[in-house]
């Protein structure tokens, strides 16, 4: 699979696997993010 994500755009595997963990930990502060904001908001509003 990184071989041919590599092929398509044009990066090594030290590349790939970078923008992968870079990919996966921004995804996972949106998901924290999304999760949190709204539960602190209803321990504000109780």
């Given at each position: 699979m990184m071989r041919m994500h590599g092929r398509?755009?044009?990066m090594d595997e030290a590349?790939?696997?970078a923008a992968y963990f870079r990919y996966?930990?921004?995804f996972k502060i949106v998901v924290i993010?999304?999760?949190l904001v709204p539960w602190v908001a209803l321990q504000i509003v109780m």
């Open positions: 398509m755009f044009g590349g790939l696997a996966l930990a921004t993010v999304f999760n």
